[in-house]
T-cell receptor, first 114, second 114 residues
Framework: AQTVTQSQPEMSVQEAETVTLSCTYD???????LFWYKQPPSRQMILVIR??????QNATENRFSVNFQKAAKSFSLKISDSQLGDAAMYFC???????????FGKGTRLSVIA | EAGVAQSPRYKIIEKRQSVAFWCNPI?????LYWYQQILGQGPKLLIQ????????DSQLPKDRFSAERLKGVDSTLKIQPAKLEDSAVYLC????????????FGQGTRLTVV
């Protein structure tokens, strides 16, 4: 079974600075998808960014970018120019190809300091 | 486009009572997921539906949990009888086919069992 590990329960960053959240995963598959979800206090999971394993280029969405190291099974999220609204729980998630559900890590709580 | 709707937002019950949660997915979405998120952890899949059929219910505690998706649209998750350890947020999500890369989440139901 696939597992996702987030080793940082909590992180903090100063407003306008850059922070990197770590994620590793374990799988024997070659075709899969990786995601970062944000969960604010409202509890609704919001997709931040996704990466297809077959793509070598790292995904980027505005201030959010990933460092995808397939051989190392590592998938970190970099948030640039951090804003107060970025404060939330961040979950790394894995999904196999095909009709399969998401497998989540335990999450990292990000605080943004003004 | 309306998002995934869940009700109620909050529920407090005594142990051994029963409770039901309702989910209305995004219109046209064939795949529906129920996740359980215990405080401090990432969401864990309980059950996945494809239209009105079950794809995966391997982690559903079937002695007390049940779920149905009549007519392949709305879904209900029931717990009977509830235990203290069932206190969690119950998240519903949907995707268009299950094979596409993005799942959309509702705001969840926070259940407290006392």
């Amino acid at each position: 079974a696939q597992t996702v590990t987030q080793s940082q329960p909590e992180m903090s960053v100063q407003e306008a600075e850059t922070v990197t959240l770590s994620c590793t995963y374990d799988t024997s598959e070659s075709d899969y998808y990786l995601f970062w979800y944000k969960q604010p206090p409202s509890r609704q999971m919001i997709l931040v960014i996704r990466q297809e394993a077959y793509k070598q280029q790292n995904a980027t969405e505005n201030r959010f970018s990933v460092n995808f190291q397939k051989a190392a099974k590592s998938f970190s999220l970099k948030i640039s120019d951090s804003q107060l609204g970025d404060a939330a729980m961040y979950f790394c998630a894995y999904r196999s190809s095909g009709n399969t559900p998401l497998v989540f890590g335990k999450g990292t709580r990000l605080s943004v300091i003004a | 486009e309306a998002g995934v709707a869940q009700s109620p937002r909050y529920k407090i019950i005594e142990k051994r009572q029963s409770v039901a949660f309702w989910c209305n997915p995004i219109s046209g979405h064939a795949t529906l997921y129920w996740y359980q998120q215990i405080l401090g952890q990432g969401p864990k899949l309980l059950i996945q539906f494809q239209n009105n059929g079950v794809v995966d219910d391997s982690q559903l505690p079937k002695d007390r949990f049940s779920a149905e998706r009549l007519k392949g649209v709305d879904s209900t998750l029931k717990i009977q009888p509830a235990k203290l350890e069932d206190s969690a947020v119950y998240l519903c999500a949907s995707s268009f086919t299950g094979f596409d890369t993005e799942a959309f989440f509702g705001q969840g139901t926070r259940l407290t069992v006392v």
